[in-house]
């Protein structure tokens, strides 16, 4: 070929070698540390159940809260555990309230329902969720 230019390359550069996996690392869960800054990342705390007294509240009354933008990160969970499906499904928050429902207890903000839409929010790089917030005396 006339005119053709011939292209070097730099020379590779050296691979680390790959380390093998070790299945105790996973046992012992160094990575503990870890999920739990992620967590803090997110939500202010993750919690278990429901600390606040039983307000009763039925859907209807909830659609009576105007809703308000919440900070992720002042957010307590009430649900350890998600169900996939229900973050991945494209019409999850199709259902039910449009937007989450949060106690507002002794200080604290209590994500009682939409911890699905929370998440999402968060993948989406949102620091901020619309909910309807329930101040509880």
Same mark, same amino acid.
């Given at each position: 070929?006339?005119?053709?230019? %011939?292209?070097?390359?730099?020379?590779?550069?050296?691979? #680390?070698?790959? /380390?093998?996996?070790?299945?105790?690392?996973?046992?012992? @869960?160094?990575? #503990? /540390?870890? %999920?739990?800054?992620?967590? @803090?990342? %997110? *939500? $202010?705390?993750?919690?278990?159940? /429901?600390?606040?007294?039983?307000?009763?509240?039925?859907?209807?009354?909830?659609?009576? %809260? =105007?809703?308000?933008?919440?900070?992720?990160? !002042?957010?307590?969970?009430? $649900?350890?555990?998600?169900?996939?499906?229900?973050?991945? !499904?494209?019409?999850?928050? *199709?259902?039910?309230? +449009? *937007? #989450?429902?949060?106690?507002?207890?002794?200080? !604290?903000? *209590?994500? !009682?329902?939409?911890?699905?839409? #929370? +998440?999402?929010? =968060?993948?989406?790089?949102?620091?901020?969720?619309?909910?309807?917030? +329930?101040?509880?005396?």
């Amino acid at each position: 070929m006339v005119g053709a230019q %011939i292209r070097v390359h730099a020379p590779c550069q050296p691979v #680390a070698p790959r /380390r093998r996996f070790d299945p105790s690392l996973v046992a012992s @869960r160094p990575h #503990a /540390r870890e %999920i739990s800054r992620l967590r @803090r990342v %997110i *939500f $202010k705390r993750v919690g278990d159940g /429901r600390p606040y007294p039983d307000h009763g509240y039925v859907q209807k009354q909830w659609a009576a %809260i =105007a809703p308000h933008q919440v900070r992720l990160d !002042e957010l307590v969970t009430t $649900k350890r555990t998600l169900d996939l499906d229900a973050l991945l !499904e494209e019409d999850s928050t *199709f259902y039910g309230d +449009l *937007f #989450a429902h949060v106690v507002y207890w002794r200080g !604290e903000l *209590f994500l !009682e329902d939409g911890l699905h839409r #929370a +998440l999402r929010a =968060a993948l989406q790089q949102r620091q901020t969720l619309h909910a309807r917030v +329930l101040e509880l005396k």
